[in-house]
């Protein structure tokens, strides 16, 4: 019974900001590393971070110092705060509980003028 629901996503032009959200339910959410993934068209998946119960985080080189990764355990919910887009960050982003076969469903990023 568990489940990741996202929120967020959409078009933003170079240069601009989102904010993605996932929030789960049927985990004990604050005892699990969280990440977040993603696909980009014609591209394998990507880990592109994710952060432990304690609040350490992970990322990959190409998007370290732009996004962030970010947890509230009274809330259950993951984020991940994208700045300085890049056209080459679109993709399908999905979070994921690191030590489970469970993913949200995906939710698009187009990053494009």
């Known amino acids: 019974q568990v489940q990741l629901v996202q929120s967020g996503g959409g078009l933003v032009q170079p240069g601009g900001s989102l904010r993605l959200s996932c929030a789960a339910s049927?985990?004990?959410?604050?005892?699990?590393?969280m990440a977040w993934y993603r696909q980009a068209p014609g591209k394998e998946r990507e880990l592109v971070a994710n952060?432990?119960?304690?609040?350490?985080?992970r990322y990959a080189d190409s998007v370290k110092g732009r996004f962030t990764i970010s947890r509230d355990n009274a809330k259950k919910t993951v984020y991940l705060q994208m700045n300085s887009l890049k056209v080459e960050d679109t993709a399908v982003y999905y979070c994921?509980?690191?030590?489970?076969?469970?993913w949200g469903k995906g939710t698009l990023v187009t990053v494009s003028s």
């Open positions: 994921k509980v690191v030590a489970m076969d469970a």
């Open positions: 952060i432990t119960r304690i609040g350490i985080t």
């Open positions: 049927g985990i004990i959410f604050s005892i699990n590393p």
